[in-house]
Structures are given as structure tokens and as C-alpha cells.
């Protein structure tokens, strides 16, 4: 897919870095560059750290190893949600999804409900533009607000894509990158890989060891199984990627960026805030500046925000950072890591809810601001294998206490967990009187930031934003705030061959899914909105 990507590439081809050129602070230096930095962001969908770079060799992944052996690897890089289009808002944007509003999953798309940004701001690839930057992203925005895709990405003038599709994986570079330096992003599957059922099998199945909170179930170890062959093609993208830098002339100068926007598709990862959902693999790799990157080691253990990668890729190119942005540069001299990094989640596609997690060195703290929303609401992977397998083991009443907590009506207000004794999270810490001052202190830290950064997840979804949900999702949607609205305005929703719509209630679809299997998220919004 990446034949077409660099193809004028090796016009822009620049001479290796000069081994005087330090990494920047947070001031703009460019004026005593003599080279400007491509900077590159190889950016994963669904993927956990399940290579061999991290010490995992379930299969092999000898690229990403090699990548990460010769430049920097962080250990604990945590992403600001647990979902795509939310994480994809705040990096592009260099502040949280939820200080902007652009916090709810799959928001602002339609054409009478939609935001943009504050006038004047300026997302992290129109500041490379103003820096002299060619600018692209070939694969998926999915930003939740409206933009000029043309101010975006310079590079790509014409091309409209939409926000959610891979495009431009044969956009046509020829006349585009003429000896400038480049700002770019290339989109991965990962864990969205279409996997064979061979490939899988190879793995063995049988074999996988899947966490406590799930149960030693086919399907459940199939998933697990199948998420390790999507780490082999990873692995594959990123050597032909790299090898279309060297081939170009153009590695040398680039600083390649190589990180997931959060955890892998099973329950309890993606579109949850426990360590697997927003804890990611994140390597920085600049030939030319290696040497300068790994003065503060190349592996990396502090605690590090999703949010410093836009911060420091400025800071590499040279470009000041803004005040207002929510990252710090990882390579500067006074960086050693955060005291503590926020992950937030609300609505998840058509299900409602609002979380907010802290994670500290040793604890992981989680508040649910809804806790008489159940965590077994319907949601878009009911009809995965792996879902009805772990309802149908539920309603058999073979799961064991921890397992069957995923079908609780209600979910606990707080959540306190020592990751260094208790890695799977499941021994709730927030009731036992040993540990109230750490509950405090995580509270504090959590409520400290909803107000300083004004958490726009506290107000609700406007009535216009509900209505875009239900036109996305129609009957899918059946929470109380898409009840109400159905209610409020007198619509009536008519099922194929049966009755008139009656709203279920908890109890119904905690026995069972009432709601169809759903088409990929990518080809329902292109139904719905385009």
C-alpha cells in the first residue's frame, strides 16, 4: 500500500542531520537549523504491545524489535481515551479531547450538528504548514470537530477522504513534496487486520493464556490469538515503510514516531479505561539523532501522555510549542516524567457513559460518573464471537465471580488498583480503609483536573447531538437519552416485520442483545452521512 507514499520522497531527500543539531526545547530554533526534520507518525489502530520489542515473543516481530533496540522505547505511554476518534482529536490538536469538546465518539459528522475548533487555533499539522512543512495523512482523520482538510494537509489539496475511510493510499506524490521537509502520518490497521483463519490457526489458539477476567473459552483465545498475527503485520508494514524511507534517502532525516491510539478489541481493552485499554507501544526512532534522542536512556520507564508525542514532534522540527497545548517534549532536558497522566471516556458510538481514570506510578484509579449504567450495555461488539461467547457462558453460570462482574446491573463509583501486586486489575482497592489516603489523593488529583482543565464530559450532549446518534445508529440506540429524545419529539421507531418499537429496559438487554449485528463503523457512517 505504501509504493505510491514515497515516491517524490527521494526528490526531497535531505542530507543526513549534521551531528551538531540538538533535539529543541520548547522555543522555536529555527532559525539556527540548517536542516529541518521530517517527522513521520506510523500510527496503529487497536494494538497492544504484544511484540518482541517488549519482551513478548509469542511470535516474531524482528522489525519492530530492531526499531525500537536502536532508538527509544517507552515502557509506560498512556493515551488520553480508550477509543479512536476521541485520542485522534486530542493529538491532532495537542490538548484533551475533553477541554475542546471533542471528547464524545463519533460526534460532530452530520451537517446541522457539528463544532469547530476556537477561531484562530491551530491543530499540530497546520503549525508544520506554517513552518514551511509539506503536510499529509494517508488512512483515517476521525476528528470529532469540522476543519478544512486542505489547511490540514498541504499536501493532499483536493483530496476530501472522510473522516473514519483509508484514502489516499494511491494518491499520486509526484507533484507534491519538491524538496521540502514533511510533516506526515500513515495510518495502520493493527488489530483491525482482516486475519485468516490459517494464519490463526498457526498461531494455535489452544495455546493462548488469556487474563482471569476472561474465561478460558475458544473464541476468547481465537481473539487472543488472532491479536498476535496482527502484530506480524505491523511488523511487515513498518519494514516496508522504513525500507521506502532508505530507499528514498530520506530515513536518515526522519524521525519516525510508532505508536497505537489505544488497546486491542476485546472487553475490558478497547473502550475502557484499565491499563490494556489506554496503556500503548510508543518508539521514537531518528537515525541521524539517535545519539542525541537516548542521553536520557533508550528505554524509557516514566509515566509519559499520548499527548507529548504532537509536543515533542514540534520540538524536534524545530517549531515552538504552544503554551496552550497539554504535551511536553520528551527529550527535553527537564522532562522526567509525569506525576500522573488522565485518560477519559464518554460516549462510546451509541452507548452512553462517562469515566475518568488516574494513573500514578503504582495505582490505577477510575471514576464512574454512572455508575447505575451497566458496563454490559449494548455496544458494537455484541455481535462479535467472543461477546456472545462470554453472555453465553454468563447465562450458563460458568464464569467465575470476576469473569461474571462484566454483567453487574450497577458499576462500583470509584475503582483503586495496585498494578504492581494486582497487573489484571480486578481486586478493587476503593472500600478498604488501608488504602483511603492513596483513594483521596487519586480523587484529588481527578477533581483538580476536571476544573482546571474545564472537563466538557460534566454538561450534557445537546438535544441536535442526540438526534445524530439516533440517525447514525436508529434502534441500536436504546439508552435514556435517546428514549427521551424519541419521546420528546414524538418519533417512533418501526422494526423490520414486527411491532411498532418498545423501548427496551436494563433488565432485557442484560439478558440478552435485542439489537442487530451491526456493519463496520466505517461503512455505516458512509450509509448515514455521506
Not at 27 to 46: C, G, H, M, P, R
Not at 62 to 69: G, R, S, Y
Not at 327 to 338: A, E, M, Q, T, V
Request: charged fraction near 25%; include cysteine.
Amino acid at each position: 500500500m505504501f509504493k505510491h507514499i514515497f515516491g517524490l520522497l527521494v526528490v526531497a531527500a535531505i542530507s543526513a542531520c549534521s551531528q551538531s543539531l540538538v533535539v529543541p526545547e520548547q522555543v522555536s530554533k529555527k532559525a539556527e537549523q540548517k536542516v529541518q526534520t521530517n517527522i513521520l507518525w506510523i500510527y496503529i489502530e487497536d494494538q497492544n504491545a504484544w511484540n518482541n520489542a517488549y519482551g513478548d515473543f509469542t511470535v516474531a516481530t524482528p522489525t519492530i524489535k530492531e526499531f525500537a533496540d536502536t532508538g527509544v522505547r517507552f515502557n509506560n505511554a498512556i493515551q488520553p481515551a480508550p477509543v479512536c476518534s476521541a485520542t485522534r482529536s486530542a493529538l491532532i490538536t495537542g490538548q484533551y479531547q475533553t477541554t475542546l469538546g471533542v471528547h464524545q465518539h463519533r460526534s460532530n459528522r452530520s451537517s446541522y450538528n457539528g463544532m469547530f475548533l476556537p477561531e484562530g487555533y491551530k491543530t499540530v499539522p497546520e503549525l508544520f504548514v506554517e513552518a514551511g512543512y509539506q503536510t499529509f495523512n494517508i488512512g483515517k482523520d476521525d476528528y470529532n470537530f469540522k476543519y478544512d482538510r486542505n489547511k490540514l494537509y498541504n499536501a493532499q489539496q483536493g483530496i476530501k477522504g472522510w473522516q473514519g475511510a483509508y484514502d489516499g493510499e494511491n494518491f499520486d506524490w509526484a507533484n507534491t513534496l519538491k524538496g521540502k521537509p514533511f510533516f506526515g502520518q500513515i495510518q495502520l490497521k493493527g488489530g483491525k487486520h482482516k486475519i485468516k483463519k490459517e494464519a490463526v490457526a498457526r498461531i494455535n489458539p489452544d495455546s493462548m493464556t488469556v487474563p482471569p477476567y476472561y474465561p478460558n473459552a475458544p473464541e476468547h483465545r481465537k481473539e487472543w490469538a488472532k491479536h498476535y498475527a496482527t502484530q506480524q503485520e505491523s511488523d511487515r508494514e513498518l519494514k516496508e515503510i522504513l525500507a521506502q524511507l532508505k530507499d528514498n534517502g530520506i530515513l536518515e532525516n526522519t524521525a519516525v514516531f510508532w505508536f497505537s491510539d489505544h488497546g486491542m478489541i476485546l472487553l475490558r481493552h478497547k473502550q475502557d479505561l484499565y491499563e490494556d485499554g489506554v496503556k500503548v507501544p510508543f518508539i521514537v526512532n531518528w537515525p541521524a539523532g539517535n545519539h542525541l534522542l537516548t542521553r536520557k536512556g533508550a528505554v524509557r520507564d516514566e509515566l509519559i501522555s499520548g499527548l507529548d508525542i504532537p509536543a515533542t514532534s514540534l520540538a524536534i522540527a524545530g517549531i515552538e510549542v504552544p503554551k496552550h497545548f497539554d504535551g511536553i517534549n520528551l527529550f527535553s532536558d527537564d522532562f522526567n516524567g509525569r506525576d500522573h497522566v488522565i485518560s477519559a471516556k464518554d460516549r462510546m458510538d451509541y452507548s452512553f457513559d462517562r469515566a475518568r481514570a488516574v494513573r500514578t506510578e503504582q495505582y490505577r484509579y477510575i471514576r464512574n460518573f454512572h455508575p447505575e449504567v451497566p458496563r454490559a450495555q449494548p455496544q458494537y461488539r455484541d455481535s462479535k464471537a467472543f461477546s456472545q461467547e462470554l453472555r453465553s457462558w454468563f447465562e450458563q453460570g460458568k464464569l467465575t465471580p470476576v469473569q461474571a462482574s462484566y454483567f453487574d446491573k450497577t458499576k462500583p463509583v470509584e475503582e483503586l488498583y495496585d498494578l504492581q501486586k494486582d497487573p489484571h486489575q480486578i481486586d478493587n482497592l476503593a472500600d478498604r480503609d488501608e488504602f483511603r489516603a492513596e483513594l483521596r489523593h487519586h480523587r484529588k488529583l481527578l477533581q483538580d483536573w476536571i476544573v482546571s482543565t474545564d472537563d466538557k464530559g460534566a454538561y450534557p450532549e445537546s438535544e441536535t447531538a442526540i438526534k445524530e446518534t439516533i440517525d447514525l445508529w436508529g434502534k441500536s440506540c436504546v439508552s435514556k437519552q435517546c428514549e427521551s429524545y424519541r419521546a420528546n419529539n414524538h418519533e417512533t421507531l418501526h422494526l423490520p416485520g414486527s411491532q411498532v418499537y418498545k423501548p427496551l429496559q436494563w433488565p432485557d438487554y442484560l439478558a440478552k442483545p435485542k439489537h442487530p449485528a451491526l456493519d463496520s463503523i466505517e461503512n455505516l457512517y458512509r450509509k448515514k452521512f455521506q
